[in-house]
């Protein structure tokens, strides 16, 4: 036998059988400078505050570059999580430092929950439909995904108490503010009912709250890990990627101590620590700089496009369509009517110089092949305009796909 006989060992079933991204796919389908694309989920680059973050890299360099080029601890630079704590507690959820975990991206702080709270089998409850790395995470980790009822106001507690008692899952994870890809925000009063099926079933929550600061009208609505029966319970991700910068690749974990400390295990055999500079960097900033005004400047240019998209969904899609409302965040959610079939329609749209994500991705069970998800924040009002125009044109001349 030759050296070269012997075939390599398999890949491991997890990683042959999750598929990769489709909206990574679609964004690389459509990374042509003519192609208005709605298909991302990427906050608008010119409104990062670039001179404030290069001035805060410049006086950690300058003034600490031994520690901030040095390791650090698993859990996350003290400085940074301090401030981060001190965010939390001003919106009424009392934290310390020692309740956080800095994450490489809120998508880490998902990874880690996956391998601390889930064994091969045990079942998940997820929105319906979902953030689609979220469904990859937990497919990784061989969780059995089942999809929670919704409607345009988010999870039906009725229906997932039933779930609970049917299926006895690990954990809920839910987006309930500006969800991806729906853009919808849950109720004050189905968050309270959430919280309480968790605590009379036993259920962990995952609060993903990547959009919560991106508010354009209507009141704050507090987190569901302010709810009584969710404390206990509720673990909390957040990131800095959509109010200073996704570059950074900063997010935290905020959960009880047991949690805490199990992903920080799990953080430690993945990347020992989210990269130190970077953490300084984001604490210098939030010290020297006002993030909640540049927060308030983004919002409003993103409300301004928001508008502008709302205003020409009528005349781009086809009589009979539906869109939600978004009260903040990046996205709005459409369905074409009876006959149409999102997906089938894209290539056909992308021939028109625009793109959309097909909705299909995101269901975990049945899903809607009418649906899309179309990122409004990194065009200007003008580029929407042409964009619904060229949409428009390209689902007139597909005429229905199905």
Not at 61 to 78: C, I, K, N
Request: hydrophobic residues 45%; contains cysteine.
């Amino acid at each position: 036998m030759s050296v070269t006989d012997a075939p390599v060992p398999e890949l491991a079933a997890r990683a042959r059988d999750v598929g990769g991204s489709p909206v990574r796919a679609i964004l690389a389908v459509t990374a042509r400078p003519e192609v208005i694309n709605f298909a991302g989920g990427l906050p608008a680059p010119e409104l990062f505050d670039a001179d404030g973050i290069a001035a805060a890299f410049r006086a950690v360099l300058a003034e600490v570059p031994e520690r901030a080029l040095q390791y650090s601890t698993t859990e996350g630079e003290p400085t940074l999580r301090a401030a981060l704590a001190g965010r939390f507690a001003v919106r009424g959820l009392p934290t310390v430092a020692d309740d956080l975990v800095v994450t490489t991206g809120s998508q880490q702080g998902l990874s880690l929950l996956a391998t601390a709270l889930i064994e091969p089998g045990d079942t998940v409850l997820v929105e319906n439909p979902c953030y689609l790395a979220a469904l990859q995470a937990f497919a990784f980790a061989g969780a059995r995904v089942v999809p929670v009822p919704c409607d345009e106001a988010g999870i039906d507690p009725d229906a997932l108490d039933e779930l609970v008692a049917l299926h006895r899952p690990k954990l809920l994870y839910t987006v309930p503010t500006f969800q991806n890809p729906t853009g919808r925000t849950l109720p004050a009063e189905r968050r309270a009912a959430v919280a309480r099926v968790a605590g009379r079933r036993g259920l962990w929550i995952v609060e993903d709250d990547p959009y919560g600061e991106l508010r354009f009208e209507g009141e704050r609505v507090p987190w569901v890990a302010t709810y009584a029966g969710a404390e206990d319970r509720t673990v909390l991700l957040g990131s800095l990627s959509k109010v200073m910068a996704p570059g950074l690749r900063l997010g935290w974990l905020r959960g009880p101590a047991a949690v805490v400390r199990a992903c920080v295990v799990a953080k430690q055999a993945a990347d020992l620590h989210t990269p130190t500079v970077n953490q300084l960097a984001a604490a210098r900033y939030l010290a020297d700089c006002d993030l909640d005004a540049h927060v308030a400047r983004v919002a409003g240019v993103y409300r301004e496009r928001r508008d502008a998209m709302l205003a020409g969904l009528g005349e781009a899609l086809p009589s009979g369509a539906s869109w939600i409302r978004p009260e903040g965040g990046m996205f709005v959610w459409a369905t074409l009517p009876d006959g149409y079939d999102a997906g089938a329609l894209l290539p056909g749209v992308i021939a028109h110089d625009v793109a959309y994500v097909p909705g299909a991705p995101f269901f975990a069970g049945a899903v809607d092949v009418a649906t899309l998800r179309l990122c409004f924040v990194t065009q200007t009002p003008d580029e929407i305009g042409e964009g619904l125009r060229r949409l428009g044109e390209g689902l007139r001349v597909g005429g229905g796909g199905a």
